[in-house]
């Protein structure tokens, strides 16, 4: 098995640079040509058992189902088929669907986040598929939509029944400061929330023989107020693997008004707010009324409405799970180093496959940079792709022979 790995290192690189250089931006989203690619290499080495499964037309998720050589435990490897848009391409260096390497590392649109581990699963996958020699089955998902908020990829699979495994693991970029950094065993929840300003619409040329209220003002003012002061209203107890806590990020979109010679009347902003375990849709929903009621006691101008658009809870797996230590020896082996267990500081599929379908799920666990991730010159270490499709299969051989029943 590892000497297939080892021969195949170029292809694997290869696979990767053809995933970057196959555009798949999310919006507008369209996965259809980057699935080909990974389908058409799958049938090449002879795996068959493919599955397209579309909850809207150009968004396939594909599941590929590897079995084993009698019965046992089944374990996904899981990574997501889309990419954030490329945003404003004169901050680029490269074009971002060029799949450059330069100074021992791969550039491109989606190489960390996440098509080189795309690449090593797959490899990973068929490395498994042409050794034998284990049990159970070892099942590929690749997923549709998920910078999108998985709405027609993981979580539509869990909620249509499509998940079932005992284990899974998901290849994010685990990496903030280093190269695989932490094994992510928590996948940190999201409250998207929507505030809306209420002021007074009029002809802007009499605003000044009135006392109107600008919508726009107050929102800054609260906007202001939010990002100074609101971390202090969240109620939390800090995880206990790194005493992480919740992020809040303010006024990540914004918009007021309707046109010159109008006072604005209405504005909105957004904030995203990333949730450690334990904080659920009431306490951080009470958290933000206890906020804003108090900021228009404060300012009787305001008048603010708060609206929840989006809330998932954050999942966590024991940092002692039977996948994790499959991953932990497999590092061992390959990085030379046991990597630690820790909190993935965003969200990703593990909301899906754990919180929906109930299989535990490491959250986070591949090549690449999280910073690196949704920013212009994205890029990641080009010795990245190998080491991930070795720890991928090193760890599934183990977990599904470490957990296949005695007497097999």
């Not at 023989?209 to 800054?220: I, K, S, Y």
């Not at 209203?233 to 010159?260: C, I, K, Q, R």
């Not at 080009?382 to 080491?387: A, I, K, L, R, S």
Request: proline fraction near 8%; charge should be negative.
């Amino acid at each position: 098995m590892l000497s297939f790995l080892e021969s195949t290192a170029e292809d694997q690189l290869d696979l990767a640079r053809r995933l970057v250089a196959t555009p798949s931006p999310n919006p507008p989203g369209d996965e259809r040509a980057v699935a080909g690619v990974v389908c058409e290499l799958l049938r090449a080495y002879g795996l068959t058992d493919l599955t397209i499964l579309e909850a809207r037309p150009s968004r396939p998720n594909v599941v590929v189902r590897i079995p084993g050589d009698g019965p046992g435990p089944t374990l996904i490897l899981s990574g997501h088929t889309d990419t954030k848009p490329a945003g404003d391409l004169s901050r680029w260096d490269t074009d971002p669907w060029d799949p450059v390497v330069s100074d021992g590392e791969l550039r491109g649109l989606g190489s960390g986040d996440m098509k080189a581990a795309v690449a090593a699963m797959v490899y990973a996958a068929v490395a498994l598929a042409r050794s034998g020699g284990w049990c159970g089955e070892l099942q590929l998902v690749l997923t549709a939509d998920e910078e999108g908020g998985s709405t027609l990829g993981s979580r539509w699979l869990a909620e249509e029944g499509h998940l079932a495994a005992d284990a899974a693991i998901i290849g994010e970029p685990c990496g903030v400061m280093s190269e695989w950094e932490t094994i992510g065993v928590v996948s940190r929840g999201s409250a998207l929330v929507d505030i809306e300003v209420e002021g007074t619409q009029m002809h802007s040329s009499v605003s000044d023989r009135f006392d109107p209220v600008n919508a726009t003002v107050e929102m800054a003012w609260l906007i202001q107020k939010m990002a100074s002061e609101f971390d202090r209203y969240l109620t939390y107890a800090p995880y206990p693997l790194d005493g992480s806590g919740p992020t809040v990020n303010v006024g990540v979109m914004a918009e007021a008004g309707v046109f010159y010679g109008v006072y604005p009347g209405n504005a909105r902003f957004s904030s995203d707010i990333r949730l450690v375990p334990g904080m659920t849709e009431p306490s951080v929903t009470a958290d933000l009324r206890r906020f804003l009621d108090r900021s228009m006691a404060e300012n009787p101008r305001l008048s603010a409405e708060l609206k929840m658009v989006g809330f998932s809870e954050a999942t966590q797996i024991p940092p002692d799970h039977p996948a994790v230590a499959a991953l932990q020896h497999a590092s061992r082996l390959v990085l030379g180093r046991s990597v630690e267990p820790g909190v993935f500081p965003g969200a990703t599929d593990a909301l899906s496959f754990q919180g929906i379908a109930g299989i535990p799920t490491v959250a986070a666990f591949g090549p690449g940079y999280v910073p690196r991730a949704h920013a212009p010159n994205e890029r990641l270490d080009v010795e990245g792709v190998n080491q991930a499709a070795r720890i991928y299969a090193l760890a599934a051989l183990r977990y599904l022979d470490g957990n296949t029943p005695a007497g097999r």
